[in-house]
């Protein structure tokens, strides 16, 4: 499913380099659910984005489903991250002038025409993250769990074949965080492969599989 | 929430107001500004136009008391704002039919009073309409 | 987009962006109304003298007037300001102008200065006394309204000369009634009264001893003589002939009074043109300022656009989407306060720049508010696309986690 071979990437500040990660090797099996711990500035947001395609890695390729993300364009690459991969962030990412609803079909806004923009699924996929009847909400309105949720609802809409998950769960109540990770193990279960960057220790063991980040250097744990 | 914002609504109101008052006064001519009287005998009397814009002075210090008003009766905002709507309304109607500029279309009134008096009105009739909305930003929860 | 309902598309989105700080996209929406307010203005004068001049020339119908020498300047103002003139020479020079080659028509006026009212705010007018028999520019639109001769006591006004049909008027101690009334044209005509030119001597005769102030026109005597040529494109030519073989005249050609026009139009440009320009350069800076403010307050969220599939062309279209709706929506509210402004004070801006105005046409006037909207829009636009260029050399991940 994803094939990460010799990837590096580092960030210049000022005058000095900072390696976030150094010829990283790995692979993720369709179907894992891949939980990615580390400290602060370990480099794990920079891996999720290296996988989805977000940021080109300085040496390696980055390979999804057999395609090597840089040999294309930047039209193709935004397509394929469209259908293939949903996105779920730390931070409430809602669009703030547009309703919970409308929030939800934004993936669809960007497909081809008439490939997208299924409501019914929209409406039902709220309504399993547990927002039924808010549909028509601004975000300002709904508490910072219920957004949470629509950004789940959201990442889910096209269907992806690959999750991709950055501390989806902090700044949440313990109650939501497991409804959260519930779900996202039900998704596994049905066949969608997720990698997820987490703080907290205590849901490694909801996951199939766990990677360490150390220094920019990678650990599997089994 | 500092002043400006608290207390928008009054402060253009008695802007809009004074400015009215002033510009019908030293701004806009009317047809005695321009020299024009009518002759009776041997003295000079007033044409139309003079009544018209002391009526469009009163009404621009009617809108500068509401105004004034909103500073004082801060609740009361929705309905001075509504009726200082209506004196926009009369500002526009007074040059037109409560008290008629001069006939003749060329005369000095009917190129500055009428048609500045005519803007003036539009000016706060728009202003008063839109200040009966409640703004979330600018009003935050105090205005209801 | 062909969207099942409810997707929120590229226009809709930026749209009810504009509400996120509503203070200052207000701010912004002012600076671009004052801009396209002005220059919609400007716009539409323009077509209106281009458009007055036209009219009143056709309507007039002559391609050359002979006056006195020294009157140039106050036919000028006559015939496009209707301001009240008095000059006048021996009316026996008709038929030498008649007889020059290459003239089709010639014809006989009289102007006429009316005493200052009394009665509130009826102004001074202009009579203009014709002559039936030779006429060929008062005839032609007065067949039109009226179908058939004046009687001696009958006027016709322009537009603007107050009264109704069969009203009484007195001129010069002499009762006339009002016969018809003309169509408006912008120009002087608009406030004129003709009248036959044999009304006019036999005022003249009887001002004498029925008037406050006597009006001394003696019998035959004209103040211009127009005239009608085979081929307009000679009258420069013909100008001259008539000025070298009368003497004691001048000659103003049509092409002259258009000349004049576009000089006062001119004038009133040089002014308008640089607060065009300088509102102008106010606004697009203030729009470069407030979408670089915008991109970077929102380079998060235009990340997350990119993740969820947008393209970097589309994630710029946003953007750009959002100056252009701005700039149009500015351009919309401009051209409709620019109309209604400008409609308050049109009268005022013609008298003081002596300028004929009639209102084009509903198809031109649309078309030149279409194209202020668009080129508001469309400047909005361009004023963004530098800061919208600047988000494409940004990846995805550093705008999601900039701070």
Redesign the interface.
Same mark, same amino acid.
């Given at each position: 499913m994803i094939e990460l071979e010799k990837v590096s990437k580092f960030y210049q500040t000022g005058a000095q380099r900072v390696d976030a990660l150094q010829e990283l090797n790995d692979q993720v099996e369709k179907g894992e659910f891949l939980m990615v711990t580390g400290r602060s500035g370990a480099g794990k947001s920079t891996l999720l984005s290296l996988v989805g395609g977000l940021i080109r890695p300085d040496t390696g390729v980055v390979k999804v489903e057999g395609k090597n993300l840089w040999a294309m364009s930047d039209a193709e690459r935004s397509q394929f991250r469209s259908r293939h991969m949903g996105f779920i962030f730390q931070f409430a990412s809602l669009i703030p002038t547009l309703s919970v609803l409308e929030n939800a079909l934004l993936p669809s806004a960007f497909l081809p025409t008439g490939q997208g923009g299924d409501r019914t699924r929209a409406q039902e996929l709220l309504e399993r993250v547990g927002l039924a009847g808010m549909t028509d909400r601004l975000p300002w309105q709904l508490s910072g769990g219920q957004q949470k949720r629509v950004a789940v609802a959201r990442a889910l809409l096209n269907n992806p074949a690959l999750l991709l998950a950055d501390e989806p769960t902090a700044d949440l109540d313990e109650e939501t965080e497991r409804e959260i990770v519930s779900l996202f193990q039900e998704l596994n279960r049905n066949g969608t492969t997720i990698i997820m960057v987490t703080h907290n220790t205590d849901l490694i063991d909801a996951a199939s599989h766990h990677l360490i980040l150390t220094g920019g250097r990678v650990a599997r744990v089994s | 929430m500092n002043f400006l914002s608290r207390n928008w609504r009054g402060l253009l109101f008695i802007f809009l107001g004074l400015f009215t008052v002033f510009g019908a006064h030293y701004f806009l001519d009317t047809?005695a500004d321009a020299g024009h009287f /009518?002759?009776m005998g041997d003295k000079e009397i007033h /044409? +139309?136009c003079t009544w018209t814009e002391r009526g469009v002075i009163g009404v621009g210090g009617l809108v500068a008391f509401m105004g004034l008003a909103m500073l004082i009766a801060r609740e009361s905002w929705r309905g001075l704002s509504l009726a200082a709507a209506g004196a926009g309304a009369l500002m526009i109607l007074i040059p037109l039919y409560l008290i008629p500029t001069?006939?003749?279309?060329? /005369?000095p009134c009917? =190129?500055?009073l009428k048609? +500045?008096s =005519? =803007?003036l009105g539009?000016l706060v009739l728009v202003a008063g309409l839109i200040s009966m909305i409640r703004?979330r930003? =600018?009003d935050g929860a105090e205005a209801r | 987009m062909p969207h099942s309902k409810g997707v929120p598309g590229l226009w809709r989105l930026a749209a009810l962006n504009l509400l996120r700080n509503p203070g200052r996209s207000i701010a912004v929406l002012l600076g671009v109304l004052l801009v396209a307010g002005t220059a919609f203005a400007g716009g539409l004068i323009t077509l209106g003298v281009n458009h007055a001049v036209e009219t009143g020339l056709a309507r007039l119908g002559a391609d050359l007037m002979v006056v006195p020498k020294g009157s140039v300047d106050a036919t000028h103002t006559a015939l496009v300001m209707g301001e009240p003139v008095a000059f006048y020479m021996d009316g026996a020079i008709l038929g030498q102008v008649a007889a020059i080659p290459g003239v089709r028509a010639a014809s006989p006026q009289i102007y006429v200065e009316t005493l200052s009212s009394s009665a509130c705010c009826t102004g001074r007018m202009m009579l203009v006394g014709y002559d039936p028999e030779s006429d060929f520019t008062v005839k032609p639109w007065l067949r039109y309204v009226l179908n058939r001769a004046l009687d001696p006591d009958e006027i016709i006004v322009g537009n603007h000369v107050l009264g109704l049909t069969g009203d009484p008027m007195k001129f010069y101690g002499t009762d006339f009634r009002i016969a018809a009334r003309l169509d408006p044209t912008g120009m002087g005509m608009d406030e004129t009264v003709f009248l036959p030119a044999t009304a006019v001597w036999e005022m003249a005769k009887n001002s004498v001893t029925l008037a406050e102030e006597p009006l001394a026109i003696p019998d035959g005597h004209v103040s211009a003589i127009l005239v009608g040529l085979n081929d307009p494109a000679q009258a420069p030519e013909i100008a001259r002939q008539i000025e070298s073989q009368i003497s004691g005249v001048s000659v103003v050609t049509a092409g002259q009074i258009t000349q004049g026009v576009s000089d006062d139009l001119d004038g009133l440009m040089t002014y308008l043109l640089p607060i065009i320009v300088g509102v102008l350069l106010v606004v697009l800076v203030l729009f470069v300022i407030l979408f670089a403010a915008i991109a970077h307050e929102r380079s998060r969220e235009i990340g997350l656009l990119r993740a969820l599939g947008a393209t970097v062309r589309q994630a710029i279209a946003a953007l750009l989407m959002e100056a252009a709706f701005m700039g149009g929506l500015g351009g919309l509210a401009g051209v409709l306060a620019g109309y209604a402004v400008y409609g308050l004070f049109k009268t005022a801006i013609m008298v003081s720049y002596t300028l004929p105005f009639l209102y084009p046409n509903a198809t031109q006037l649309i078309s030149l508010g279409v194209a202020v909207v668009a080129l508001a829009a469309l400047g909005g636009a361009l004023a963004a696309a530098y800061p919208a260029w600047r988000l494409t050399r940004l990846d995805p991940h550093h705008a999601i986690h900039a701070r």
């Open positions: - | 047809c /009518m002759h /044409m +139309g001069c006939a003749m279309p060329n /005369m009917n =190129l500055s048609p +500045g =005519l =803007l539009g703004f930003k =600018l | -």
